[in-house]
Antibody
Framework: QVQLVESGGGVVQPGRSLRLSCAASGFIFTFSNYGMHWVRQAPGKGLEWVAV????????YYADSVKGRFTISRDTSKNTLFLQMDSLRVEDTAVYYC????????????WGQGTLVTVSS | EIVLTQSPGTLSLSPGERATLSCRASQTISSNHLAWFQQNVGHAPRLLIYGASSRATGIPDRFSGSGSGTDFTLTISRLEPEDFALYYC?????????FGQGTKLEIK
């Protein structure tokens, strides 16, 4: 079955960097056939869309709140999605989920279990 | 940016009752590119409805979605104990793919 496993979360000081990974498995077709999102959820708050990357890695879009600081990328040889987070702020504290979309339309069909990022001095 | 407003913020009902959740968009969502997700506390969200009205794989038929344009509805026909959770709508029309603020469905 579809599995998305995030890793790389932890506690980091403001202004520092962190790189999240999302390992994908159990897809019917190869990882390179699917687009991927990052979505986050601050403690006790709702869901916030962060970034998306197309199946081929060409198209990338970001929320205004992270544009210029976060970079989404993928390594199809490792079936892995990444989120490079630079210049972290306290307000970036959240559980970060990776999520998959199928086809040309970026509607999410599967989610990972999330990894917690805490930005604190 | 499309802003999604969900109502009510909290809905208090009893098992067996019917639940109606609303999601209103600030501008027309083309091709009904709207989804509904369910989330239990401490867990990842789960896809319920995509394309405004299509049930995802394995979702019971007591869940239904309707609407178009700017007004969308998630209906749960007869509430089961496991349905009491948080519900979010999200559009995937154009970036940014925003979520509504959520509706909490709680046991009365």
């Amino acid at each position: 079955q579809v599995q998305l496993v995030e890793s790389g979360g932890g506690v980091v000081q403001p202004g520092r960097s962190l790189r999240l990974s999302c390992a994908a498995s159990g897809f019917i077709f190869t990882f390179s056939n699917y687009g991927m999102h990052w979505v986050r959820q601050a403690p006790g708050k709702g869901l916030e869309w962060v970034a998306v990357i197309s199946y081929d890695g060409v198209l990338k879009y970001y929320a205004d709140s992270v544009k210029g600081r976060f970079t989404i990328s993928r390594d199809t040889s490792k079936n892995t999605l990444f989120l490079q987070m630079d210049s972290l702020r306290v307000e970036d504290t959240a559980v970060y989920y990776c999520a998959r979309y199928n086809g040309d339309v970026p509607g999410i069909d599967y989610w990972g279990q999330g990894t917690l990022v805490t930005v604190s001095s | 940016e499309i802003v999604l407003t969900q109502s009510p913020g909290t809905l208090s009902l009893s098992p067996g009752e019917r639940a109606t959740l609303s999601c209103r968009a600030s501008q027309t969502i083309s091709s009904n590119h709207l989804a509904w997700f369910q989330q239990n506390v401490g867990h990842a969200p789960r896809l319920l409805i995509y394309g405004a009205s299509s049930r995802a794989t394995g979702i019971p038929d007591r869940f239904s979605g309707s609407g178009s344009g700017t007004d969308f509805t998630l209906t749960i026909s007869r509430l089961e104990p496991e349905d009491f959770a948080l519900y979010y709508c999200q559009h995937y029309d154009s970036s940014p793919y925003t979520f509504g603020q959520g509706t909490k469905l709680e046991i009365k």
